[in-house]
């Protein structure tokens, strides 16, 4: 993908001109070209996934099935495979190409469909559109059927089992799993878009990396939609049996779902930038540098009784100037310090005390979205966020401190240990 290439670098060196704020980097027709390539890249990725799917239905045509038993009648026998390209829309894609060589020493079998696949077709406008739609009602075998009618390969000429394994493919793209894989921390949040919310979860790694986990629309951030998606990654692999730390905003959907699902394994830090805003819209703007300053020394103490008590003095001291500023502090005011609790290293609780990881990634989408005046049927605002945020996932960096992120789990587990006794105890 060397255009996309090209345009992605000259848009990065605009991002480390004004210090990594991507938004502030780039104007309204650059923002609607980005989201445009990641849908595209995504179209791009689905033709390349039948075009291999296509080469290995033609070579069983020829070789029979893969490890058959019945070697009566066969013509050709599998002999390796090398490095090779198709086109789609216009660009070089590689692949592992597959070889066969017929059984009566004619030397190797010339691959039709490699041949057609190397012509310089276009995925049409409306034909990407139509996969794209597929993608996101979950219509596999159908998103197939679209690519391959792009690649000009006749429908008979293709069996069922092409179809459904190749549509497995599809799915997996598309239906991440996430099996084995240990997230130190899930972030959760919402965003409006068009009157709909959607609910997008992101996890940090236990190496720092930043992966899309799951989104879901709903009317709002309500907690049924929330518990079903996290039920729905649970699904896909995401363990729920261990201590994991939880960054939320003060949505309490959000809270019943995580508790919902996860139980005592969810340990829940509130979003300090969220929590600030919502104490600031009770005050008058004379007393936020007051608040700041109280707020910054409480959150940024070592020592979690120190803390504790320091916003504590802070309630004290909003419950003289406006006792609904107090009551908003004093509502999970604990929660604020969870990563003080867990001893998480300074370096590490700027990324953690905030739900900015994943606003970031929801900036790009918001922009576009915005312009938008009509939306034609609710997939569409599920396939633009989606691609959205996908395409944010291919410039994600490791969280900064992730080189703490060890101490971070330690903690968890210890934890997650104290728990089992005191659940053994209870048993006996």
Same mark, same amino acid.
């Given at each position: 993908?060397r255009r996309?290439?090209?345009w992605?670098?000259a ?15 780039l ?5 609607l070209?980005?989201l445009?390539?990641?849908l ?9 996934v039948?075009?291999v799917?296509?080469?290995?239905d033609e ?5 029979g ?18 490095r090779?390209?198709v ?5 070089k894609?590689p ?6 060589r ?25 034909v990407?559109?139509r996969?794209?739609?597929? @993608? !996101?009602?979950?219509?596999y075998?159908?998103?197939v059927? /679209? #690519? &391959? =009618?792009?690649f000009?390969?006749k429908r008979?000429? @293709? !069996?069922?089992?092409?179809?459904r394994?190749?549509?497995? /493919? #599809? &799915? =997996?793209?598309?239906e991440r799993?996430?099996?084995? @894989? ?11 878009f068009?009157?709909e ?7 940090i790694t236990?190496?720092g990396a ?8 709903g ?7 929330c ?7 649970r ?6 049996d261990?201590?994991t ?8 959907a959000l809270r019943a779902a ?8 969810a340990l829940?830090q509130r979003?300090?930038v969220?929590?600030?805003?919502n104490?600031?819209?009770y005050l008058e ?9 109280r707020l910054?020394e409480a959150w940024?103490?070592e020592?979690?009784?120190r ?6 003095q ?6 003289r ?28 609780r ?7 990881v ?9 922009q ?6 009509r939306?034609r049927?609710?997939?569409?605002r599920?396939r633009?966020?989606a691609a959205g ?13 992730y ?6 789990m330690a903690?968890?587990d ?8 005191d659940?053994?105890?209870?048993v006996?």
């Amino acid at each position: 993908m060397r255009r996309y290439s090209r345009w992605s670098s000259a848009a990065s060196r605009k991002v480390r001109a004004v210090g990594g704020q991507v938004v502030a980097a780039l104007d309204r027709g650059e923002v609607l070209e980005l989201l445009r390539e990641g849908l595209h890249n995504l179209a791009v990725e689905l033709g390349r996934v039948v075009a291999v799917g296509l080469l290995e239905d033609e070579v069983n045509r020829v070789c029979g099935v893969r490890y058959g038993h019945d070697s009566a009648g066969r013509k050709a026998t599998r002999h390796g495979g090398q490095r090779g390209w198709v086109m789609v829309d216009g660009q070089k894609l590689p692949l592992a190409r597959p070889r066969a060589r017929y059984t009566d020493g004619r030397g190797e079998v010339k691959l039709e469909r490699y041949r057609e696949l190397q012509q310089p077709r276009r995925l049409r406008e409306t034909v990407l559109r139509r996969m794209l739609h597929g @993608v !996101s009602g979950r219509n596999y075998e159908e998103v197939v059927g /679209r #690519v &391959r =009618e792009s690649f000009g390969v006749k429908r008979a000429s @293709v !069996s069922r089992a092409f179809v459904r394994a190749t549509a497995d /493919r #599809v &799915r =997996e793209l598309c239906e991440r799993r996430w099996d084995g @894989v240990r997230f130190a921390a899930i972030v959760i949040d919402g965003k409006s878009f068009a009157r709909e919310m959607m609910v997008a979860v992101l996890g940090i790694t236990v190496d720092g990396a930043k992966q899309i986990l799951g989104l879901r629309q709903g009317a709002s951030e309500n907690a049924q939609v929330c518990k079903d998606l996290l039920e729905l990654l649970r699904e896909r692999g995401v363990a729920t049996d261990v201590p994991t730390l939880f960054v939320l905003d003060g949505a309490k959907a959000l809270r019943a779902a995580v508790i919902g699902v996860w139980g005592e394994n969810a340990l829940i830090q509130r979003c300090r930038v969220h929590k600030k805003r919502n104490i600031k819209a009770y005050l008058e703007q004379q007393h936020w540098p007051e608040l700041e300053r109280r707020l910054a020394e409480a959150w940024g103490e070592e020592d979690y009784g120190r803390a504790l008590a320091l916003l504590k003095q802070t309630v004290a001291w909003l419950g003289r100037i406006n006792p609904d500023a107090a009551a908003s502090l004093r509502e999970g005011l604990e929660e604020t310090l969870t990563i003080v609790r867990l001893g998480v290293h300074r370096a590490l609780r700027k990324t953690l005390a905030s739900t900015n990881v994943i606003e970031s990634a929801f900036s790009v989408v918001e922009q576009v979205t915005g312009r938008v005046k009509r939306w034609r049927g609710g997939d569409m605002r599920w396939r633009w966020c989606a691609a959205g945020l996908l395409h944010a996932e291919q410039h994600f960096r490791r969280v900064d401190g992730y080189r703490h992120i060890g101490a971070l789990m330690a903690a968890l587990d210890r934890i997650g240990r104290a728990a089992a006794v005191d659940g053994t105890e209870k048993v006996a």
